[in-house]
């Protein structure tokens, strides 16, 4: 059984930052895929971004430029950083692994799932 704990998440103005964090209960993240997805009120879980343990980020078009995924291997853990947020930012965001090595963009595709913090992105 693999746990995700997820931190990081909270209030902020837009344009502002956050870092989200994602542990492993163990080395979960060596052989797969880690993803961060999120889901705002009313609205369908979307796609943020995904790394891999070999190397090799992807984003969405909607956080492209502002977003940054990355990990440390050592403490098992993946960040994603967000920068610029906009009030449309705002939603529960989720990490998740996927313990295949090819690259899913659809969350039903990975198989842990974290507990999902609240960023919300104030005007």
């Known amino acids: 059984q693999v746990q995700l704990v997820e931190s990081g998440g909270g209030l902020v103005q837009a344009g502002g930052s956050l870092r989200l964090s994602c542990a492993a209960s163990r080395r979960t993240f060596r052989s797969y895929v880690t993803g961060w997805f999120r889901q705002a009120p009313g609205k369908e879980r979307e796609f943020v971004s995904a790394?891999?343990?070999?190397?090799?980020?992807i984003y969405a078009d909607s956080v492209k430029g502002r977003f940054t995924i990355s990990r440390d291997n050592a403490k098992n853990t993946v960040y994603l950083q967000m920068n610029s947020l906009k009030p449309e930012d705002t939603a529960l965001y989720y990490c998740?692994?996927?313990?295949?090595?090819?690259?899913?963009?659809?969350?039903?595709?990975?198989?842990?799932w974290g507990q999902g913090p609240q960023v919300t992105v104030s005007s």
């Open positions: 998740a692994v996927r313990y295949k090595r090819s690259w899913s963009l659809i969350g039903n595709e990975y198989d842990y």
């Open positions: 790394i891999k343990w070999s190397g090799g980020s």
